[in-house]
């Protein structure tokens, strides 16, 4: 199951405290001050990194701390520094922290941000050591770590969502492509969720299939439309086996146009698929009112043949690339 939304309560860690420590050495012979001060606590980053899973990293725990810093020592030794804490978050998200009100959009990969910052350490008490004052008792504690509530959204899915209608063969040709192993069967809405696959670097998304009226919640509804919006491009799937190929690709682009205007606008590749199960002609002849929307030749695929799956591919990462 895809987790696209958590909560976390994070915080940073606390500084260590500073100490009270006194010389010891031969030839001093009241001592003197040598406490050390205590190391930084550990600061909180995000780490955005390609893994739409990343956030079911967090679904049974939700509350994380950064290490503390630590205590001073003797002879005037610093306490080690602590270790950071990064939380790793999908390339897409939109985080916003509660307490702060404030709302970000991470969508380059391999970032590092530092979202809270740990607390100083303390002071030992060689800091108090004056003309007047030369065996202080003066320490201070290490500082609290800054905290927050960030509630963590998954916006895009996947860098290229495959779309189009039950048994169109979006499943099929994730599984072809990345080795998903995502369930496929001769019925409508085997895929109740969306199948994701990695192809060299990208994310592709076998979006559960749409029909006739979804954008008013029939079939599958609007909530699979809403998987369609989280991808960067489009990738559209359509059945050799259907009686009209210019009107089975104007149904779902009428659903989406209906959900969000702004789907529409997503670059998209069209594909002819199942093309093993018609004759060539017959082919030809359906694809013929492409034309009218520039798309003079859709791409056909069948999953029988390798070499058609390989130009596919090959297609397709020239298709995300631009």
């Known amino acids: 199951m895809l987790i696209d939304k958590v909560t976390l309560h994070l915080e940073a860690g606390k500084g260590g405290d500073g100490v009270v420590r006194w010389r010891r050495e031969k030839g001093i012979p009241y001592g003197g001050p040598a406490g050390g001060d205590g190391g930084k606590g550990g600061d909180v ?6 893994d739409v899973q990343a956030l079911s990293n967090y679904k049974s725990k939700t509350h994380w701390r950064a290490g503390e810093g630590e205590s001073g020592k003797k002879r ?3 306490g080690g520094d602590a270790n950071d804490l990064i939380i790793d978050i999908p390339i897409g998200s939109t985080v916003y922290n509660v307490d702060y009100d404030i709302k970000t959009e991470y969508n380059t990969d391999g970032e590092i941000i530092k979202i809270l910052k740990g607390g100083r ?4 008490n060689e800091n108090f050591k004056t003309s007047t004052n030369r065996t202080p008792e003066e320490y201070t504690k290490g500082k609290l770590g800054e905290s927050a509530r960030f509630d963590i959204e998954l916006k895009l899915i996947a860098d290229a969502g495959i779309i189009g209608k039950p048994n169109a063969g979006k499943t099929s040709l994730l599984n072809s492509l990345t080795r998903a192993g995502a369930k496929v069967g001769d019925y409508e809405f085997t895929t109740l969720e969306p199948n994701l696959g990695v192809y060299y670097k990208y994310v592709l998304a076998d979006i559960p299939g749409l029909i006739e009226g979804a954008s ?3 079939g599958l509804g609007f909530k699979f439309l809403k998987h369609i919006k989280r991808t960067s491009c489009l990738v559209h799937l359509i059945s050799a086996e ?3 190929y210019f009107e089975t690709y104007k149904l ?3 659903e989406m146009g209906k959900f969000d205007p702004e789907l529409l606008n997503k670059k998209e590749l069209v594909i002819i698929s199942k093309c093993d199960l018609v004759e060539s002609v017959v082919l030809e002849n359906k694809t013929k009112e492409f034309t009218k929307l520039s798309i003079a030749n859709p791409l056909t695929l069948t999953l029988f043949d390798n070499a058609s799956v390989k130009n596919i591919g090959d297609e397709l990462i020239k298709f995300l690339q631009k």
């Open 76 to 78: 005037s030794m610093h």
């Open 252 to 254: 779902i682009r009428e």
């Open 121 to 124: 350490g303390g002071l030992g």
């Open 242 to 244: 259907e009686d009209n």
């Open 216 to 218: 008013e919640g029939k």
């Open 45 to 50: 980053y995000f780490r955005v990194i390609r």
